[in-house]
Each structure stands twice: as structure tokens, then as C-alpha cells.
């Protein structure tokens, strides 16, 4: 039972492009969701987050946006950067505050191209 | 520490052998986690632990998989008899008891052969 889920395994981008990763969740005590970007060799680092009680949140050339309603969330880049080039992970968490499991999506693997 | 610390950064094993691999999370981080990442798979669950609660296993595969966290701080994921499935990179992280998303080591790569 897949409850996060990203259905494109790999996106190419121009460079200087916006990069647009989609994530699907079906679980509605999921209260948090973060993005994670995952270079190879390395631990997945953490990229962005938003709360189930906001809609869009910034930072910097990342933003993420969640539709509740459609249980949907994406994470925009602009523009992109070869060095942006990694596995995006999404993942989702419940527990209103306190420390719990995040339950993480299979990925979608980014390439930005020159 | 700085940081999660996980070793060993690789592990090769025979077929059948057990092995240990250990993940010293960020000082004074009440939570710490196990996944593995399968090759071309995402981030699979396998146990947590919350400070001096009963840890959730709900995520471990088999009864070969074991954890424990001793002192609340190092813990060791051990896998008996171990299996070619088994290869994969396994992931510790951390996270303070109040707070969202946590800090991942940069894993153990570990090959049965």
C-alpha cells in the first residue's frame, strides 16, 4: 500500500527551465510533507517542507504547493541548475508536532541539462 | 556529534553471514530511525525509536532483521543469515522529540554475495 506516491521516475530540464516534480499521498493524517533531494553516495538531505495548513511555501528558487483537497503536492525549481541534478524524494508525515516515521514516495530522478 | 554518523560506509558479506552496522545519531536527538533503499527503489521503513518508548518494528521484512538502541543514543541494525535481498543502502537518521523531517546519515552499502 504505496501512500506516497511519485509517479514520473525521471524528468529532464533545460537549464535556466522550471522543474516542476509531482507527488500523490493518500493518506489524510498526513499533516507535513517535505521534500528531500538524494545525491548518489550520500544520505537524502532535507530541501523544503509545508504544513497541511498552508498552501504554498518559499524558499528561494524552491517552492512546494499542496492541494488537500486532491491530495497532491509538487515542489517547483526556477530556475534550474545542473547542480540540481539528483533524486527528489516527497514524504509525509502525521503526529502534529512530535517526532514519527515519515513515509517517503520512490522518487523522481531530476537531470538538468545544459 | 555534528552530524549522523553510520558505519560501516560499505559492507561486502557472504550468503548466510550476519552483520552488524551501527548509526551514531546527532547528540541529544530522542528519535532515530532505520530505512533501506533498495536498488532503484525508494525509502523503505524498517524501525524507530523514541527516546525510552517501545520501539515501532512495524517495518522490519523478517525476524532475521533486529535493532536495539542502547543509552538512548548509538544503535545497531543487525541482520542474521543473511540473504542476496538483503543488499541494499541502509539509512539512519535523527530527530529531536519536537520537530518535523530529520537528518539522515550518508548510509551503509551493504552487498550479499
Known amino acids: 500500500d504505496q501512500q506516497v506516491k511519485q509517479n514520473s521516475p525521471s524528468l529532464s530540464v533545460q537549464e535556466g527551465r522550471i522543474s516542476i516534480l509531482n507527488c500523490d499521498y493518500t493518506n489524510s493524517m498526513f499533516d507535513y510533507f517535505l521534500w528531500y533531494k538524494k545525491y548518489p553516495a550520500e544520505g537524502p538531505t532535507f530541501l523544503i517542507s509545508?504544513?497541511?495548513?498552508?498552501d504554498k511555501n518559499e524558499d528561494g528558487r524552491f517552492t512546494v504547493f499542496l492541494n488537500k483537497s486532491a491530495k497532491h503536492l509538487s515542489l517547483h525549481i526556477v530556475p534550474s541548475q545542473p547542480g540540481d541534478s539528483a533524486v527528489y524524494f516527497c514524504a509525509a508525515q502525521s503526529g502534529g508536532g512530535t517526532a514519527s516515521k515519515l513515509t517517503f514516495g520512490t522518487g523522481t530522478r531530476l537531470q538538468v541539462t545544459l | 556529534g555534528a552530524g549522523v554518523s553510520q558505519s560501516p560506509s560499505n559492507k561486502v558479506t557472504e550468503k548466510g553471514k550476519d552483520v552488524e552496522l551501527r548509526c551514531d545519531p546527532i547528540?541529544?536527538?530522542?528519535?532515530l530511525y532505520w530505512y533501506r533503499q533498495s536498488l532503484g527503489q525508494g525509502l523503505e521503513f524498517l524501525i524507530y525509536f523514541q527516546g525510552n518508548s517501545a520501539p515501532d518494528k512495524s517495518g522490519l521484512p523478517s525476524d532475521r532483521f533486529s535493532a536495539e538502541r542502547t543509552g538512548g543514543s548509538v544503535s545497531t541494525l543487525t541482520i542474521q543469515r543473511t540473504q542476496q535481498e538483503d543488499s541494499a543502502v541502509y539509512l539512519c537518521?535523527?530527530?529531536?522529540?519536537?520537530?518535523?523531517?530529520?537528518?539522515f546519515g550518508s548510509g551503509t552499502r551493504l552487498t550479499v554475495v
Open positions: 547528540s541529544g536527538h530522542t528519535a
Open positions: 537518521a535523527s530527530s529531536p522529540y519536537r520537530g518535523r523531517g530529520y537528518t
Open positions: 509545508i504544513s497541511s495548513i498552508k
